[in-house]
């Protein structure tokens, strides 16, 4: 059967069609490719102008969007940021890492039930990366939810007995709660574990004083003034006779 004109035509366009798209999604690879590059490079700014041009081509490519989003991550502009998190989240419903960087940019522009909230939905998917417990407790520690940061700060010492600042947020948690008994022993684990923080003294030190201990909260004072805390040198003149 003779092929009639009309349906050559046809043939031919559609050819011609699918080899265009065929090099458009070539371009835009190596331009996706391009922009990964340039972020290496920590050239944000055109890493940003590279993976806007490929929106252009690919509007529904999450994965355009979530390197757009850490572009705008690494040039410090969160409110960007989140908002190409969120495009790739909607292209993307089970994107676990844009979930993970927004909820980091949320905790940064202090809308902490949000960054709450992602982390969360990070925990769903991947329960084994005890960071992100630690993370969803700082959050809830903002939010003054102190038991539900307590239970994550806690998961995280349980699995990963080292990470010194679990232990020491822990303090603070129960400082803030007014359980100066418990914040010790959590602030003695946190030095135990690292004792290069000045502020691990600070803390420990003020909590001492509150209970009774003058001379432990002197001593801390100064090791805090040693690691170069600017506030210690004010509290020994105080306290510290």
Avoid: W
């Avoid at 046809?10 to 011609?16: D, T």
């Amino acid at each position: 059967m003779k092929i009639q004109p009309y349906k050559k035509l046809m043939l031919l366009l559609a050819s011609i069609l699918v080899a265009s798209n065929f090099i458009i999604a070539q371009d835009t690879t190596s331009t996706i490719e391009n922009g990964l590059k340039l972020a290496r490079e920590k050239k944000y700014q055109d890493a940003v102008n590279v993976f806007e041009r490929c929106i252009k081509h690919s509007p529904e490519n999450a994965d355009v969007y979530f390197y757009l989003g850490n572009a705008y991550l690494d040039l410090l502009n969160f409110g960007k940021a989140i908002e190409h998190f969120s495009h790739a989240i909607a292209y993307n419903a089970n994107y676990t890492d844009a979930y993970y960087n927004r909820a980091g940019c949320y905790f940064q522009t202090k809308e902490y039930a949000l960054a709450h909230k992602d982390y969360s939905k990070v925990l769903v998917t991947d329960q084994s990366n005890y960071y992100t417990y630690y993370l969803r407790g700082n959050c809830s520690y903002k939010l003054a939810n102190y038991t539900e940061a307590i239970a994550d700060y806690e998961l995280v010492l349980k699995q990963t007995p080292t990470v010194h600042e679990a232990a020491f947020d822990l303090g603070n948690t129960y400082f803030s709660m007014g359980n100066y008994e418990k914040a010790l022993i959590y602030y003695d684990q946190a030095i135990s574990l690292n004792n290069s923080y000045s502020n691990y003294y600070f803390n420990r030190a003020i909590t001492e004083y509150n209970l009774g201990f003058p001379e432990d909260a002197c001593a801390d004072f100064n090791n805090a003034k040693e690691l170069g805390d600017l506030e210690a040198s004010g509290y020994i003149k105080e306290f510290c006779k």
